[in-house]
């Protein structure tokens, strides 16, 4: 076993991170121990197979599409802890009472926009919608079905008529769902 308290989280690092995320210092504390129980190679960072391990990221027909946007912003296949809290900022619950650029709803709105754009070329063709309706409902759903559902989106929200959605177009369509009460996780103090 590695020696944890070389990789112990400094008071500076803290509120760093509780500036830039927005969660609170207990909060940040609480997850860097998540965080840390699930680095199995005991060396600050995790890897996806750290991430797969999570029995709902598992089983969520979307996980591999949610385990991906923790490394957006990774240089090479590892995460480290700050890099794993701006994640997580993106689902906090909207502040009524400061602004966090992470925890904006366009943030959230991008960070969904991601999960079906898989090219990532900034739009969503019909061949990325149907994959994603696959990974989200399996052999459910005929494939006639599945062609009939990604069809008629691209048609409600493609207003450019490339047959792609854009993430402008992408915001228009999905304006009168609650983004924040659908992207927020509590988490605890």
């Given at each position: ?73 990774s240089q ?103 983004v924040d009460?659908?992207?927020s996780i509590?988490?605890?103090?």
């Amino acid at each position: 076993m590695g020696n944890k308290s070389s990789l112990m989280l400094q008071e500076e690092e803290v509120a760093a991170i509780l500036d830039e995320t927005g969660f609170s210092a207990a909060q940040i504390v609480r997850l860097y121990s998540r965080f840390t129980s699930l680095d199995k190679g005991d060396n600050g960072v995790l890897c996806r197979e750290d991430f797969l391990r999570i029995p709902e990221l598992a089983i969520n027909p979307l996980g591999d599409r949610i385990v991906h946007a923790f490394f957006q912003e990774s240089q090479d296949d590892t995460v480290n802890f700050r890099q794993f809290m701006r994640v997580l900022a993106r689902f906090r619950p909207l502040s009524k009472v400061k602004d966090n650029k992470l925890n904006s709803k366009h943030e959230k709105l991008k960070f969904a926009f991601r999960m079906y754009d898989l090219d990532e070329d900034n739009k969503i063709n019909r061949s990325e919608l149907l994959a994603v309706l696959h990974m989200m409902v399996g052999t459910n759903i005929s494939e006639e079905q599945l062609g009939s559902i990604a069809d008629r989106t691209i048609t409600e929200a493609d207003t450019d008529g490339d047959s792609m959605i854009s993430f402008e177009e992408f915001c228009k369509a999905v304006d009168r769902l609650d983004v924040d009460q659908k992207m927020s996780i509590r988490f605890l103090n």
